[in-house]
Each structure stands twice: as structure tokens, then as C-alpha cells.
């Protein structure tokens, strides 16, 4: 299986970043899904796992070239042997938010198979060190089921993780820290090798 890792927006996209804390520290959405990406990447390949960065560019490639960048390697080597897993950050209106979730387009897929694999890691690794998942439990899995673009418009199974929200000051100094990036990186690392496992 080839295993896509989507970086979340580019350099340029407005918002995506958390406020400056007391501290003097600050999350940049599409930087800190690089680096989260390019870990997870280099962990899976020690692993034997043929894991590629989607976007290697620092600015916001369109999603429909995402897309398409997708589906070119889905054609490839088959739709059943290729998995996207789209990193990003969380924000909510109010900063009040906390909790990581993972997204699949509507309805029932391998792709909900696959989510709650990485769903259940996410549990695991978080147990005690901030805010818990937030599900929808509404068709008996904890994934949202999501219009979002590199869901709808790929044809391999696609995972959409968001990370803990930036905008929650308790979630942010936690993903900043180096416990917390290896957290991240663990939830993806672990839950896509039990996936590859899987198939």
C-alpha cells in the first residue's frame, strides 16, 4: 500500500495560526503539519511502509490539484493500494473547543474502517495528557463524515485528521511541545501501520 500524507494549507493562507501566547509562542498551521508530516513519513519508511509527502511545496497547493495529485498515484497502483491521510489543526469560533477528531466523506466506506483505526490510537496516546476525542457517533463510528474536497474528490480510502485545536491555549502549548508532537506523530504512525496491516 501507498500511504499519501497531506500537509495541511501553505504559507500564504490567511487565519490558520493560534494567537501569540503569554509566552511568546505561536502555532502556523501549515508549519507545524510539515513537520508532523515529514516525521510520520520518515517513521513509516523505516517501517518498510512506501509513505510520500502530497505536497512537498510551502505554498497552499489548490485542492483540486491535491486531488488530482492523488488520484494519479490511486490509478497507478489501484485504488485499494492507496491510502490519504490529510493532516491539520483545529480551530473553533469561540477558543473554547478542545479534542482531536478524524473526518471521512458521507456515508460508509473503507475509509470509516480505516478511521476508527486511527481513532482508537488516538485514545490510546491522549489518555491523560489533554482533551479527549470528539466523535460523531451518529452512524456508530467516531469519524464526522465530512464534504471536505480530499475526501469527496479521491478515489482511494481518505482520512482527515484534525489535531487538538490551536485556538485552545491547553491544546496548542500541547502541540507545540515536543511530548505532544511525538503524540501526533505517533497517532499516525501507529494507526496507519495497523491499516497496512489490515489490507
Known amino acids: ?21 503569554g509566552d511568546g509562542t505561536q502555532l502556523f498551521e501549515w508549519e507545524y503539519t510539515r513537520e508532523i508530516a515529514q516525521e510520520v513519513v520518515k517513521q513509516l519508511r523505516t517501517k518498510g511502509i ?6 512537498p511545496e510551502e505554498n497552499d497547493i489548490p485542492l483540486n490539484v491535491r ?3 492523488v488520484n494519479a498515484v490511486s490509478e497507478q497502483v489501484g485504488r485499494k493500494n492507496c491510502l490519504l491521510v490529510s493532516v491539520h489543526v483545529n480551530a473553533s469560533a469561540e477558543g473554547k473547543a478542545q479534542g482531536w477528531e478524524d473526518h471521512t466523506y458521507l456515508g460508509q466506506s473503507v ?11 488516538a485514545e490510546i496516546i ?20 465530512s464534504n471536505f474536497a480530499v475526501l469527496r ?3 482511494c480510502a481518505s482520512i482527515l485528521t484534525e489535531n ?10 500541547f502541540l507545540l511541545s515536543e511530548s505532544g508532537k511525538k503524540a501526533i506523530v505517533d497517532i499516525h504512525v ?3 501501520t495497523k491499516i497496512v496491516e489490515l489490507v
Open 111 to 121: 475509509s470509516d474502517v480505516y478511521a476508527s483505526v486511527i481513532w482508537k490510537e
Open 50 to 55: 512506501d509513505a510520500r509527502i502530497l505536497v
Open 153 to 155: 474528490d479521491t478515489d
Open 67 to 69: 486531488c488530482k495529485r
Open 1 to 21: 500500500m501507498i500511504v499519501l500524507i497531506d500537509n495541511g494549507h501553505g504559507k500564504e493562507t490567511p487565519g490558520k495560526r493560534s494567537k501569540k501566547w
Open 126 to 145: 491522549l489518555a491523560g495528557k489533554t482533551a479527549k476525542g470528539r466523535g460523531d457517533w451518529s452512524d456508530k463510528d467516531p469519524d464526522f463524515d
Open 164 to 173: 487538538l485545536f490551536m485556538d485552545n491555549e491547553k491544546d496548542c502549548k
Open 190 to 192: 501507529n494507526g496507519i
